[in-house]
């Protein structure tokens, strides 16, 4: 996944939001835009920072935070997280 321009790693995600791991400093309220993509698409979103921590995990620094989708299509990203869906045992 990218925000602004950057790879993040997604730590949880749903039709509302997700949840990120990046290198690069957010904050709360900071609008960003998040491209999710993968052999069979992209879907683009407007967004925002809902809220940011930061954290040292492992000797790595990076930040925590909490994305709020504004107006996502619903079924594209609907569709991308089944796709991605991690199979609970």
């Known amino acids: 996944m990218q925000l602004d ?4 790693k997604i730590a949880d995600l ?4 997700a949840q990120v791991l990046s290198q690069h400093q957010l904050k ?5 835009r998040m491209i999710l993509a993968d ?3 992209m879907v683009r979103l ?18 925590r935070a909490g994305i709020e989708f ?6 594209s990203v609907g569709a991308f ?9």
């Open 81 to 89: 997280c089944a796709r991605h869906k991690i199979p609970s045992n």
């Open 28 to 32: 709360p309220q900071q609008r960003v």
């Open 70 to 75: 504004k107006d996502p299509e619903v079924k």
């Open 5 to 8: 321009g950057a790879l993040v």
């Open 46 to 63: 407007n967004a925002a920072v809902a809220w940011a921590l930061f954290e040292v995990s492992q000797g790595i620094a990076r930040y």
């Open 14 to 17: 749903s039709v509302g939001g």
């Open 39 to 41: 052999d069979l698409g």
